[in-house]
Nanobody, 119 residues
């Protein structure tokens, strides 16, 4: 009933930029926090950035100053602007959202989008 669909991944050279988007659709009453996680091969999934409904954001130390998370509440969409990309940013990036459906809050995930940073 609730779907999160990521887009914007791809291959980029070191130092380049990418913008990820995640649109939430379905029986959505409200969306609380939204976040981006990533999982590199052989590693655990980790939080990259999160943003509250009011727009307060926090970031992993590894991406501070390079990535910016934002959201458009009218479109139920969250973005991740990634700059000065490094090979170690290569991972599958997942969107996460706390979605209110009627009176129940649920934690929802997208299927992920692959970001590859390589020359």
């Amino acid at each position: 009933q609730v779907q999160l669909v990521e887009s914007g991944g791809g291959l980029v050279q070191p130092g380049g930029s990418l913008r990820l988007s995640c649109a939430v659709s379905g029986s959505v009453s409200m969306i609380y926090a939204m976040a981006w996680f990533r999982q590199a091969p052989g590693k655990q999934r980790e939080l990259v950035a999160a943003i509250t409904m009011g727009g307060s954001a926090n970031y992993a130390d590894s991406v501070k100053g390079r990535f910016t998370i934002s959201r458009d509440n009218a479109k139920n969409t969250v973005y991740l602007q990634m700059g000065r990309l490094k090979p170690e940013d290569t991972a599958v990036y997942y969107c996460n959202a706390e979605v209110v459906v009627v009176a129940t809050v649920g934690d929802y995930w997208g299927k992920g989008t692959l970001v590859t940073v390589s020359s």
